[in-house]
């Protein structure tokens, strides 16, 4: 059985062990490929300040491409009795290398490793967020533009209230996203620093280079303070769960209104039956599963933030085992919440619209404000305009006028859609993700 990296002569209770470690190997998985990228930034760093030869570095960077590798198809696996992922590299290295695998701990501790594969697991799946974001965007746009002339009610209260549309109703949620964009850059900058060198969370007598590790992972900047840089912990997952809560809140709303305008009742909109599913006892049953289950999982996500700092907030600095349980509810979130996007955006592509809403006399009151504003173009004041149209409707003679001209920024005549897509293009422009991208590039070379 593999010793611990921390353990001496004396072996810790089994109960003990199956405690402490938890789910942290199966978790470990996700931070496979990111643990070996930190390692190889670490040697490299530590063969220029002269703890490692060029051999010893060329040997070790050779086995780490190849464990990289293995991580990267998805093979790697932590071996019983071995504790984490760090464990696990150090044991391939020393059996492959001998006394050379074990080199490559200097300089670093556990909680400095772990804080680096986080952020670097964290950017990349922000990256993969921002992909599926836009081709929801994309297919939101597209749709709103297809189908900007077709009407349907606009509702407060869950009333009737005003004309909207197509355009309208696919725009908002595109632009919703581009709010969400934003406030997910916000969280990848914060991320995307580098806290290797913080070892234990108060620095190292060696003399690490730690600009050196920030340019080989292609971070913006470093976590500049050991001790912040341990306090990052937490700090981070929260502050990007929070941008993924706000993700997950406009699919939510999203699939709620799909949901609503699906039934009978409403018929503004058709999902294709082979997107539906069936009822065991009803045979005209054609459920919208994907939009109930997307709005479900979706409103986990959004309770996640608050998860994470139940865990972490009442600790004071310095590194504790708590922070271990933020990975089994932080890491999977990610597939979950991509998974939600992947099938929100099948779904809306292929979407079919109501083009003849209108024509339920229903619907007729819904044209009482254009009718008031055409009397107070008129001349007429608008209380005056008001009361009149009310009294109208009262006594049962309100004829609806149903061409609408509206044409003011963000209206049903002007969608502002290319102003929407500037927008969400100048927001995606902003991430490093080819910094990001190229320095891996190199270092994997």
């Not at 009407?151 to 009333?159: D, K, R, S």
């Not at 006892?281 to 109930?292: A, C, L, Q």
């Not at 920024?409 to 502002?416: K, R, V």
Request: with cysteine; net charge negative; proline share 3%.
């Amino acid at each position: 059985m593999a010793q611990k990296l921390w353990e001496k002569n004396v072996q810790v209770d089994k109960e003990v062990e199956l405690f402490t470690v938890g789910k942290d190997r199966e978790m470990d998985l996700y931070l496979a490929k990111y643990d070996v990228l930190g390692s190889m930034a670490h040697i490299t760093m530590l063969e220029s300040i002269g703890l490692l030869t060029k051999e010893e570095l060329e040997l070790l960077l050779a086995e780490l491409k190849s464990i990289y590798s293995i991580a990267d198809e998805g093979k790697f696996v932590i071996e019983e009795g071995v504790e984490d992922i760090h464990s696990q590299v150090e044991l391939m290295l020393t059996r492959r290398l001998g006394d050379k695998g074990k080199k490559i701990h200097s300089g670093r501790s556990r909680n400095d490793q772990v804080l680096l594969d986080l952020k670097l697991f964290t950017r990349a799946q922000i990256q993969e967020l921002v992909e599926e974001i836009d081709s929801l965007f994309g297919v939101l746009i597209a749709q709103s533009e297809r189908y900007k002339d077709v009407l349907l009610p606009g509702y407060t209260h869950l009333q009737v209230a005003m004309p909207s549309s197509f355009g309208l109703w696919f725009g908002a949620y595109a632009e919703s996203l581009v709010d969400d964009l934003q406030l997910l850059q916000a969280a990848y900058r914060i991320c995307n620093r580098n806290p290797l060198g913080s070892a234990a969370g108060y620095g190292s007598s060696f003399p690490l280079n730690r600009t050196l590790t920030t340019e080989l992972l292609g971070f913006d900047s470093l976590d500049y303070n050991v001790v912040y840089a341990q306090m990052g912990r937490g700090k981070m997952e929260r502050t990007v769960a929070f941008a993924m809560a706000g993700i997950a809140a406009t699919l939510s709303k999203l699939a709620f209104d799909a949901c609503l305008f699906n039934s009978q009742n409403f018929s503004f909109i058709k999902l294709p039956d082979q997107f539906t599913t069936g009822s065991s006892i009803m045979p005209h049953k054609k459920n919208p599963d994907v939009f109930e289950l997307t709005r479900a999982k979706c409103n986990k996500i959004q309770g996640l933030p608050q998860q994470i700092t139940l865990i972490s907030n009442n600790l004071p600095s310095g590194y504790f085992r708590d922070l271990q349980i933020i990975k089994e509810i932080f890491l999977p979130s990610f597939d979950e919440l991509k998974d939600c996007l992947r099938m929100v955006t099948h779904m809306m592509r292929e979407i079919k619209v109501n083009e003849h809403i209108l024509e339920d006399p229903k619907y007729a009151l819904m044209f009482s404000v254009e009718e008031v504003n055409r009397l107070v173009k008129e001349g007429i004041p608008f209380r005056d305009a008001y009361k009149q149209v009310g009294l109208s409707i009262e006594a049962g003679n309100f004829v609806p006028n149903r061409s609408i001209h509206h044409t003011h920024e963000g209206s049903i005549g002007n969608l502002c859609n290319r102003e929407i897509t500037l927008l969400k293009q100048n927001i995606i422009d902003g991430f490093t993700f080819t910094k990001v991208n190229e320095a891996e590039r190199k270092l994997l070379a």
